[in-house]
């Protein structure tokens, strides 16, 4: 198993990328004048979608057949990201609506926001691996009966909370030693590893060619994927580098195993071979670093 940290612009190391890979988790800046240190946030729309048309393409070329994108977007831009995916020879599946269990924003003369979309498309027609994982979310106030055996996960996650400042604020947020997030856009371990575990198998490759903190590497590390992840800020680099080195108690995934326990396979799935008891930081070695910030690590 081994991960791969390149740092750089994605569409340029997405060229250099040999081998395949099963899966790509896409979360790129949204264009909405967001502070990045070496992105803008807020090119003209034309420029920003043919950036995007390109890494899709590039993502396209390296993926097994039968593999898997999920590109996450703001609602408003459905139409962009649908149309690009289609001309790039992605095929669509789903379009996933994440309620972010955040409080909707209000605005003014529409409904308030309160989700995010993922589209989610194939490589040719049909996916070669879909697990199809069971939760079992709490009933509403209104059922009679206990489920036996939970529910399929749908297109529509509304069990998965944003990471956010404040009041619900948890300990998976990395922080700066003034309290501040780190990264502002870091994304829930939880919903990437639904992805991870319905999209791929034990040894599989997961790529992020914007993966900002790495939370994409930490989920595939624990699960026993491989993953490539491209970052442009050489300060997210050493973020993940730490992240994963040394996992933290908040970064661990077994708090997630009992939501899933209704799952067919699930240990195999999950690529766990100690069922439910999974206390085990993962153990690493540093392998080889390829430029100082171009690393490749390597464990077990
Ligand atoms: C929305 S954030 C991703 C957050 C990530 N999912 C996480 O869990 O931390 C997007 C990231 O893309 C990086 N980025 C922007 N332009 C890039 C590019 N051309 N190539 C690689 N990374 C880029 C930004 O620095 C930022 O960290």
């Known amino acids: 198993m081994s991960y791969q940290i390149l740092c ?18 896409l979360d790129p800046p949204f264009n909405q004048q967001k502070d990045y240190a070496l992105h803008n946030d807020d090119m003209p729309e034309e420029q920003y979608w043919t950036m995007m048309k ?27 990201v649908l149309q690009i995916l289609r001309e790039t020879g992605w095929e669509f ?3 996933i609506i994440w309620k972010k269990r955040t409080s909707a924003v209000p605005v003014r003369g529409k409904y308030s926001k309160q989700y995010q979309i993922i589209v989610y498309a194939t490589k040719g027609g049909k996916a070669k691996t879909f697990n199809r994982l069971r939760i079992n979310p709490e009933l509403p106030a209104n059922y009679k ?44 371990l939880a919903l990437i590893l639904r992805i991870i575990l ?26 026993q994927r491989n993953s490539i992840a491209i970052e442009i800020d050489p300060k997210n680099i050493e973020c ?12 661990l995934l077994q708090k997630y195993y009992q939501e899933y326990i209704c799952t067919e396979s ?8 100690f069922g439910i ?3 085990q930081k993962p153990n690493l070695e540093i392998g080889l670093f390829e430029e100082i910030l171009d690393v490749m690590t390597e464990y077990y």
Not at 240 to 247: K, S, V
Request: with cysteine; net charge negative; proline share 2%.
């Open 54 to 80: 390109e890494v899709c393409r590039s993502v396209y070329n390296i993926t097994n057949d039968g593999g898997s994108i999920y590109f996450m977007q703001r609602e408003k831009k459905a139409e962009f």
């Open 266 to 273: 699930l240990s195999k799935i999950w690529g766990d071979d």
């Open 145 to 188: 009966f206990q489920r036996e055996n939970g529910i399929f996960v749908t297109d529509v996650w509304d069990d998965i909370r944003e990471l956010t400042s404040g009041y619900f604020a948890g300990n998976e947020a990395i922080r700066k030693e003034d309290g501040e997030r780190f990264h502002k856009q870091q994304a829930p």
């Open 93 to 95: 599946q789903n379009l």
């Open 277 to 279: 008891e999974m206390p």
């Open 240 to 251: 993940i580098q730490n992240r994963l080195t040394n996992i933290s108690n908040a970064d």
């Open 198 to 223: 319905t999209s791929t198998n034990v040894g599989d490759t997961v790529l992020d060619p914007f993966c900002g903190t790495g939370t994409t590497s930490v989920v595939a590390l624990q699960t």
């Open 8 to 25: 750089g612009d994605c569409t340029q190391k997405l060229q250099q990328i040999i081998q395949k890979v099963d899966l790509t988790f």
